[in-house]
Every structure is written in structure tokens, then in C-alpha cells.
């Protein structure tokens, strides 16, 4: 930390020396491009989240709405966007081998600041970071300022494993009442479909939750009858898009509209 001396009638602030250079640098990027940001290559986390900050604290428009904008491309409210960009990073420059919680926390923190409530369901936001491997292990929870948003992970957490049923997965459960009234070969598509269910599993020992917005697996259908597969995959894409529409209720937000008008621009 180091002292801000202005002399004598001067009251001394500590300040952070990285919180410093961050910024510093990052307001002169914004400073010294007076059209545009970030046009050349996609910011880093540090770098969107820096400048966001300072273009609200500062009124500077032009900056903060291409910084909305970029993140909304990234953490869209459309689930054919989300699939659009998933599952790579495009529109931040994330280093290969960033964790997923490295860009996840700082961008719900970010969101939870500045009001921007639309990108939160997604995942670089909750999503992301609860679909994650590293999730809820270590201290990663508690890097998330707001209280409310680590109770919201948690029963978001819970509510998903308890209705693992609703998910689009459900077509694997035996007792899901779906009709498999067209298949050729019964008992080699339900054995089929109880060892496709038992691979998808987690671990015993793991926390990891299951997906429930990862696009069709081709290789399913592999081992399935015609008939069976084609029920597999209507069935799955239809608990995907409710599951996308549910979402936010998942981690008690608003719906996807209610979000976007919510949103500070």
C-alpha cells in the first residue's frame, strides 16, 4: 500500500498498488482510443471489468456501451446465441487453462455492481460457474461479494440435482412415462439408454452438476433403434428449451425480459 502525500493540509488514502496500475492502464486504453475500445483484439477479464467501472464512475458512454455490449455476446439472454458461442470464448481473450471460476467470479461480481442483471443466469455468470468441474471446491464460493449471489449458487446447486428428472436428460430415466411405443428392439435400446444414464454420472466423490444446456450427443443414437432416437432427441430438445427459460428462476432471478429491462445502460 502506499500513502498519498499532497502536503500538509493533505489527508492520506491508502491505495492499492495493483488496484492502481489496473486501472491506470486501463483508463488510458479508453483514453487514448477516443472512438473505440477493445476493436483490435477482445479484452481480458481484468480489462472489461476495469473499464466498465470507470465508464460508469465517469459517465463515459461510448466505452460503456461496448462494454455491455461485448459481454452480452458473451453471456447472451437467447439460447441460440448461447449456442452460437459456446463452448469458446468469443468475445474475451481468456488464456488456455484459465479455470472457468477465474472468469466466472469476477464477472458475476461485475454484474451484481453495476446492475447488469441480464448476463447473470448465463454462464460465464451462474451458470458457467455451477456447470464447472472447480466450482464449489476450495474457496471459490467466497470469492463471490454478495451474499446473496453464493445462497442463489447453492439452491440453484439443489435445485438442479433434486429435478435431474426435468432436465433434458430425462429421456435416460426409466420411469420418465416417455412411450417408446415405436421401437424395434427394447431390450437393447433400454440397456442402452441405462449405461448412456450411468456414464453421464458424475462421481460419488465429485460436486460437479450435470449439464443442462449442452447441445445433442450424435453418439447416442448410435446404439439406439431409429424410432427410440428420434424420440430421444425431441424429447431432449424440448426439456433443453425449458430448461433455458427457467434458468433464471433457478438462482431466484427475474425472467430473461424482466433482466434486460433491469439491465443499467
Not at 42 to 67: G, M
Not at 98 to 123: D, F, M, Q
Request: hydrophobic share 40%; charged share 25%; proline share 6%.
Amino acid at each position: 500500500m502506499w500513502l498519498c502525500n499532497r502536503g500538509p493540509a493533505a489527508v492520506s488514502r491508502p491505495f492499492s498498488v495493483a488496484q492502481t496500475i489496473a486501472r491506470t492502464g486501463s483508463i488510458f486504453l479508453v483514453l487514448f482510443s477516443p472512438k473505440n475500445c477493445f476493436t483490435l483484439v477482445p479484452p481480458s477479464v481484468s480489462q472489461i471489468c476495469a473499464v466498465s467501472r470507470l465508464s460508469k464512475k465517469y459517465d463515459l458512454a461510448t466505452f460503456r456501451q461496448q462494454c455491455l455490449q461485448l459481454l452480452k455476446n458473451e453471456f447472451p439472454t437467447s439460447l441460440v446465441k448461447f449456442d452460437e458461442i459456446s463452448p469458446s470464448w468469443t468475445n474475451l481473450s481468456v488464456p488456455k487453462g484459465t479455470k472457468i471460476a477465474e472468469v466466472c467470479i469476477p464477472i458475476i461480481n461485475l454484474a451484481r455492481e453495476l446492475g447488469l442483471y441480464s448476463i447473470l443466469p448465463v454462464p460465464s455468470a451462474f451458470y458457467l460457474l455451477i456447470h464447472s468441474r472447480e466450482g464449489m471446491q476450495k474457496d471459490n464460493l467466497m470469492k463471490l461479494d454478495d451474499e446473496q449471489d453464493q445462497l442463489a449458487y447453492l439452491k440453484a446447486y439443489i435445485k438442479i440435482v433434486r429435478y435431474y428428472t426435468k432436465t433434458p436428460s430425462k429421456w435416460l430415466n426409466p420411469k420418465s412415462g416417455i412411450l417408446w411405443d415405436g421401437c424395434t428392439t427394447q431390450l437393447k435400446c433400454g440397456s442402452e439408454r441405462k449405461e448412456t444414464l450411468v456414464a453421464l454420472l458424475p462421481d460419488s466423490d465429485s460436486d460437479f452438476v450435470a449439464s443442462i444446456l449442452d447441445t445433442w450427443n450424435e453418439e447416442w443414437e448410435e446404439n439406439m433403434c431409429r424410432s427410440c432416437a428420434v424420440k430421444a432427441k425431441e424429447v431432449y430438445e424440448a426439456a433443453r428449451q425449458d430448461c433455458w427459460q427457467e434458468l433464471p428462476s433457478y438462482f431466484g432471478l427475474d425472467n430473461w425480459e424482466t433482466l434486460q429491462k433491469m439491465d443499467f445502460e
